[in-house]
């Protein structure tokens, strides 16, 4: 099966500046998805953003972007601009085209400093 | 805004007693996935449904937990006996196959499980 590694247990960042969230993930498939999801302390995974690995765009959903680069197995996400209300854990999450299998990393705890 | 729906939120049990969680997903989804999450950990599949089929349960331990999707709508996942160390989250997602849109997994509120 695949796996995900998201080597940063903690990150912190000060409110209105910008981090960047690290994964790499080993795969032999050609196609497939990768997300990032949030998870807020104690609610729901939400998606924040998506990118197919057959687009050589990098994904962007207002604040947040990506840095996908297949090659070398790595999508990084950054948060632009970062608020309070983007503290949260932060997934990365990787989903095979071909039987939907979906594995996840172990996640990064985002702190947000006023 | 339809939302996968899981039920109980909490549940408090003891061990070697059974315990059952419960997932609805969002209509139309064929794929289904039970997550078990410890806390502050990413979380781990369990078992993974296509419609009513197992795609893949590799990670479900079998001698204790069971899982179901009778008419590849709803799901129930089982745990019988409860151990202390299943002490954790129980997610449930739903998604649709294939396809280039609407790729990602939706995912219900989850159950916390006790097991004391």
């Known amino acids: 099966a695949q796996t995900v590694t998201q080597s940063q247990p903690e990150m912190s960042v000060q409110e209105a500046e910008t981090v960047t969230l690290s994964c790499t993930y080993d795969?032999?498939?050609?196609?497939?998805?990768l997300f990032w999801y949030k998870q807020p302390p104690s609610r729901q995974m939400i998606l924040v953003i998506r990118?197919?690995?057959?687009?050589?765009q990098n994904a962007t959903e207002n604040r947040f972007s990506v840095n996908f680069q297949k090659a070398a197995k790595s999508f990084s996400l950054k948060i632009s601009d970062s608020q309070l209300g983007d503290a949260a854990m932060y997934f990365c999450a990787y989903r095979s085209a071909n039987n939907n299998d979906m594995r996840f990393g172990a996640g990064t705890r985002l702190t947000v400093k006023p | 805004e339809a939302e996968v729906a899981q039920s109980p939120r909490y549940k408090i049990t003891e061990k070697s007693q059974a315990v059952a969680f419960w997932c609805d997903p969002i209509s139309g989804h064929a794929t289904l996935y039970w997550y078990r999450q410890i806390l502050g950990q990413g979380p781990e599949l369990l078992v993974q449904f296509q419609d009513e089929s197992v795609v893949d349960d590799s990670q479900l331990p079998k001698d204790r937990f069971s899982a179901e999707r009778l008419k590849g709508v709803d799901s129930t996942l089982k745990i019988q006996p409860a151990e202390l160390g299943d002490s954790a989250m129980y997610l449930c997602a739903s998604s649709l196959v294939g396809g280039r849109v609407d790729t990602e997994a939706f995912f219900g509120q989850g159950t916390r499980l006790t097991v004391v």
């Open positions: 990118q197919e690995a057959y687009k050589q």
């Open positions: 795969t032999s498939e050609s196609d497939y998805y």
